[in-house]
């Protein structure tokens, strides 16, 4: 019995090893100071969800190019279930992350993607340049 449970102690810390460095392998690999720009969205959108994510990706676009990407991430696939959890989203979300700092413009997004894009396109400005 104390050797099953040293073995599965042993297997444990091996686990936890590996992932350590499979997690410092992503970090490294990914780029300092890019700019990741999510739209997470269920299936079902009205005009405004649409509006927030396309004047998102067209501010994203031609603010930062080269230096930012954006992502729609569609909540009811089940592939997008790592991505929302690792950034704790778990609905509708304009999010913008570099490094660990991560800014959420959700509110921003939907009050002004539709009636007053500039305005959003200024607010997007000024938060991101922040970080």
Not at 57 to 66: F, H, M, Q, T, V
């Given at each position: 019995?104390?050797k ?6 042993f297997m444990?810390?091996?686990v ?9 392998k992503?970090?490294v690999?990914?780029?300092?100071g ?5 739209y997470?969205?269920?299936?079902a ?7 927030v994510?396309?004047?998102a ?10 230096k930012?990407?954006f992502?729609?991430v569609?909540?009811d ?5 790592t991505?929302?959890?690792?950034l ?8 913008f992350?570099k ?5 959420n413009?959700?509110k921003?997004?939907?009050?002004y993607?539709?009636?007053?894009p500039?305005?959003l ?7 991101v340049?922040?970080?």
């Open positions: 019995m104390k099953y449970i040293l073995s599965l102690a444990v810390m091996v936890f090893m590996i992932s350590a460095q499979t997690s410092q992503e970090a690999n990914k780029p300092a890019k700019i990741e720009a999510y997470f969205h269920f299936n959108r009205c005009v405004t969800c649409m509006a994510e396309a004047e990706k067209a501010d994203i676009e031609s603010l930062y190019p080269g930012a990407t992502k729609a569609n909540l696939d089940a592939s997008s279930k991505i929302a959890e690792r704790k989203v778990s609905g509708q979300t304009l999010l992350v490094g660990g700092k991560q800014i413009l959700t921003e997004g939907f009050l993607a539709k009636t007053n500039a305005k396109k200024s607010i997007i400005k000024q938060k340049d922040a970080l």
